[in-house]
């Protein structure tokens, strides 16, 4: 039985915190195993494809319309599409489609729309440009592990 984000993050309960060295109060993140399914899923699918600096970020605190934006880059346009498509294939084999797919036929930048997990796919120097690391930079950066 699939469980929503939000249930598996209710689950968890509140964040837990930790003290750093300089006395600061830290909030945990939770490893990439926690997250959805789907993340993990893409995460994967665009790893196969050669993807670079795939991010995620948690914007559930600074946005209401989506819970997670997934961040990767291509190093050209084939690549950029080869990798919307793997991440398509992967989560349609566990049973998730997107709302909506925008930006496939220039491939500079495609945006994959599947609710509360919006994954976008950069050429990279338009990565570069639009910089949305920078224009969400309040959301909490998850770990991705290797």
């Given amino acids: 039985m699939e469980q929503t984000l939000k249930e598996k993050m209710l689950e968890r309960g509140s964040e837990a915190t930790e003290t750093t060295a300089a006395g600061a109060t830290a909030t ?8 959805d399914e789907r993340i993990e899923a893409a995460l994967r699918a665009a790893d196969d494809k050669k993807a670079v600096n795939s991010i995620v970020l948690d914007l559930q605190k600074v946005a209401d319309f989506t819970s997670f934006f997934m961040i990767t ?74």
């Avoid at 945990?28 to 997250?35: M, T, Y």
């Avoid at 997990?117 to 969400?136: G, N, P, S």
């Fill in 28 to 35: 945990a993140i939770p490893p990439v195993k926690d997250l």
């Fill in 73 to 146: 880059s291509g190093t050209n346009t084939r690549q950029v599409q080869a990798i919307s498509d793997g991440i398509a294939d992967e989560l349609r084999n566990i049973k998730v489609r997107p709302t909506r797919v925008e930006g496939y036929n220039t491939a500079e930048w495609i945006l994959m729309d599947y609710g509360d997990i919006i994954i976008h796919i950069f050429e990279q120097k338009a990565r570069e440009f639009y910089d949305l690391e920078r224009l969400w930079r309040d959301a909490r950066r998850v770990p991705i592990q290797s």
